[in-house]
Nanobody, 119 residues
């Protein structure tokens, strides 16, 4: 069971990035796949999750700026991030399965992808 995050980079405040989470077929077929992030000195926090049926949940700090989606043909979950702020700077991870608000996960964390937003 594998999930690999990619697509991070350096972007100016107000810019956009799209992260990808390439999942093994088994991982992709879990009820829910989610994105998390961890900024330096902070605990890892849940960002968003998407169900097999396409239902979505978002952390309050997303404020309508991020969109999570899934592509069944590619076994990939995306996180489209717009209006990025310096506070969004973090390493972003994907994981599955999880509950709707990301209070638990079952699998070890992968490498993550770095997102840096400059002011």
């Amino acid at each position: 069971v594998q999930l690999q995050a990619s697509g991070g980079g350096l972007v100016q405040a107000g810019g956009s990035l799209r992260l990808s989470c390439a999942a093994s077929r088994r991982a992709f077929n879990f009820d829910r796949v989610g994105w998390f992030r961890q900024a330096p000195g902070n605990q890892r926090e849940w960002v968003a999750s998407v169900t097999k049926g396409g239902g979505t949940d978002y952390a309050a700090f997303v404020k309508g700026r991020f969109t999570i989606s899934r592509d069944s043909a590619k076994s990939t979950v995306y996180l489209e991030m717009n209006s990025l702020e310096p506070e969004d700077t973090a390493v972003y991870y994907c994981n599955a399965p999880l509950d709707a608000r990301g209070t638990w996960v079952r699998l070890p964390w992968g490498q993550g992808t770095q997102v840096t937003v400059s002011s």
